[in-house]
């Protein structure tokens, strides 16, 4: 009877090394696997966003031969003039032939309303041309721009689109001669929140956003760089310490919705500060930050090595004197790099501001901290919930101008890490 071999202790080594390498190599696969596929989807996001998003920086205007008639206007009331009437004579000098009552009204609709409000603003800053005749491309309507973006479709009966044959026809005669054009989106910038997409902008938002982060970053950064330092260099250690470090842990994984209730029920319903107001906006986000913000320093804090201190100490500084003058300046980068990383959460939130009343619908750019406003996430979901075709591609360009706004603040924060950081 033959014996079989017996595996050796190295045999049996090099198996089980051979089946950790396979592991080990496996599981690097997995992982890299999970980045690429995280990356894609990513990337996926970032181009259905900029798809939409970029239609929306363009758009249609109409070139009218417009005639200031001096009959029109009245001396003490430049404000109450008919500049409607100024576009519909513009309209129908295009179209001559155009006689009947509705189908004048299906012309005059290829133009968007806010044209008379750009002839006011025109007439109000130069009133010299009154009188003359002036060539002024003005916003077409939004089914208009929708039309030569493509996405009202020729194709379809004339029921199951917004637009009739009849308009298409004039359309496509404006377009022939020149007269129609799609133009860079300026308005998108410079305007506030509409109700008519062409007229619609981001500029009262981004303010709204500015005073709102500006009060933020005002209140938030002191008081967590003090309450950081105290908490790390100067409290002594008792449960009613310990007590406070575990309620600001508690308090950074809150819903933020619930600073938001918090906001209403003490800065509105108590203390009646103004509804939908920056300030109060602000106050909100600072409660809301203050945790990361306060988490992020005394992280820097604890980085800064024990070394530093006790050679302050051993040429004589005092506790505040070591704190001030060495600790805190090197700690510092990881201190704003954790609030620059608060206020991009800040900038981002949406719930607690809908709580305060900034959800509300503001056509006026805020010029003040008490001004009525809303920020910029909050108009994108306004808009997001809007009806009208036009508003989806606005929708989308302001979330591409939000993560603009991101990713510049995230970059700031690695920026300055890697700039003023001291590794030892």
Known sequence: MQV????????????GLARRYLQERLFRLFG????????????????????????????????????FDQELFAVDNLMGADYGALVK????????EVKGRADKRKLYRLVSSGASYVLRKMVMEDTAIIGSSRKIWLPADDEVDMLLKGHIRRDVPESDRRLSDQQIGWIDQLTEAGLLKKKFNTTFFTAGDSREPELAGIHGAVMGSIYTLTITLLLSFPIGVATAVYLEEFAPRSR?????????????????IIFGLLGLA?????????????????????????????????????????????????VGASKLQVVTHHVLPLAMPGMMTG??????????????????????????????????????????????????????????????????????????????????????
């Open 339 to 424: 609030t620059i990383i608060g206020m991009a959460q800040a900038l981002g939130e949406t719930a607690p501001l809908l709580m305060i009343g900034m959800v509300a619908f503001i056509v006026d750019v805020p010029t003040g901290f008490t001004d009525p406003s809303t920020v910029l996430p909050v108009q994108i979901y306004l808009w997001a919930d809007s009806p009208e075709r036009a508003f989806v591609e606005r929708t989308s360009a302001a979330i591409m101008i939000l993560l603009a706004f991101l990713i510049s603040m995230n970059a700031i924060a690695v920026f300055l890490r890697r700039k003023f950081e001291r590794r030892w």
């Open 240 to 256: 009613w310490i310990d007590l406070v470090e575990v309620n600001i842990n508690n308090l950074a994984a809150v819903p933020s």
């Open 4 to 15: 079989g071999k017996r595996e050796t202790t190295m045999e049996r080594v090099n198996r």
């Open 266 to 314: 003490v800065f509105l319903n108590i203390f009646g500060m103004p509804r939908s107001a920056p300030l109060v906006g602000g106050l909100v986000l600072t409660l809301m930050t203050l945790p990361t913000i306060i988490i992020a320093s005394r992280a820097a804090l604890k980085s800064v090595p024990p070394s530093i201190r006790e050679a302050a100490f051993g």
């Open 89 to 96: 004579s513009s309209m129908r000098s295009l179209f001559p």
């Open 32 to 67: 890299l696997g999970a980045v690429i596929l995280s990356i894609c989807l990513l990337g996926l996001l970032f181009v259905s966003i900029g798809l939409k998003g970029w239609p929306a920086f363009e758009q249609t205007e109409i070139l009218l031969d417009i005639n």
